[in-house]
């Protein structure tokens, strides 16, 4: 699978948009971005996925770029409930591969 | 909301001793997973399940290490003989085909004394 590098932290105020960036230079054509976030110790979330059109769901949105060697998830209204860390994933959506977790992005979210 | 769930959500065992974990995953998934989490570090892959085989598992994944599906609807780890490095949170995960996404359950904290 495809390394990722993020960003060790990022804050964030409360209400405005969290843009948390990933960078994934040697993705392969077959392979997906996926994002996960883990609130403290509890189980990882599902957040989104693409392959290379940009993704929005009621959660988030994911903008790949045009060379797929980045991404950028967005929170568009960050919360408190949002402090998490957040993991960028590439992984191939075939034979229900493994996912590979890195040490991922801690957002704090501030009042 | 369909979800995977895991039982205990805490266990403290003495080293040596056997402990199972069990999860029960989303009905109809067919894909499952254990991961482990020490405290502090990565989540980390364990082994994968599918058509009551390991289709794939990891370095960790020893020979004290087992997984098993037994009724349809379980799904357990078992560690033969605990060892102190075993204390983490063990996540198990489902899916319910290849193409789609993994969904994860609370967690289970082992504590090994």
Same mark, same amino acid.
């Given at each position: 699978d495809a390394k990722t590098t993020q960003p060790p932290s990022m804050d964030c105020a409360e209400g405005r948009a969290a843009n948390l960036p990933c960078n994934h230079s040697t993705i392969s054509g077959n392979e997906y971005v996926y994002w996960y976030r883990q609130i403290?110790?509890?189980?990882p979330q599902y957040i989104i996925h693409g392959l290379k059109n940009n993704e929005t769901n009621e959660m988030a949105s994911l903008i790949i770029t045009e060379d797929r060697k980045s991404s950028t998830l967005i929170l568009p209204h960050a919360t408190l409930r949002d402090t998490a860390v957040y993991y960028c994933i590439v992984r191939p959506q075939t034979s229900g591969s493994r996912l590979t977790f890195g040490e991922g992005t801690q957002l704090t979210v501030n009042p | 909301e369909p979800e995977v769930t895991q039982t205990p959500s805490h266990q403290v065992t003495q080293m040596g001793q056997e402990v199972i974990l069990r999860c029960v995953p989303i009905s109809n998934h067919l894909y499952f997973y254990w991961y482990r989490q020490i405290l502090g570090q990565k989540v980390e892959f364990l082994v994968s399940f599918y058509n009551n085989e390991i289709s794939e598992k990891s370095e960790i994944? !020893?020979?004290?290490?087992?997984?098993? /599906?037994? !009724?349809?609807?379980?799904?357990?780890? =078992?560690? /033969?003989?605990? =060892?102190l490095e075993d204390s983490a949170m063990y996540f198990c995960a489902s899916l319910p085909r290849a193409q789609e996404t993994q969904y994860f359950g609370p967690g289970t904290r082992l504590l090994v004394l």
């Open positions: 403290h110790s509890q189980g | 994944f !020893d020979d004290q290490f087992s997984v098993e /599906r037994p !009724d349809g609807s379980n799904f357990t780890l =078992k560690i /033969r003989s605990t =060892k």
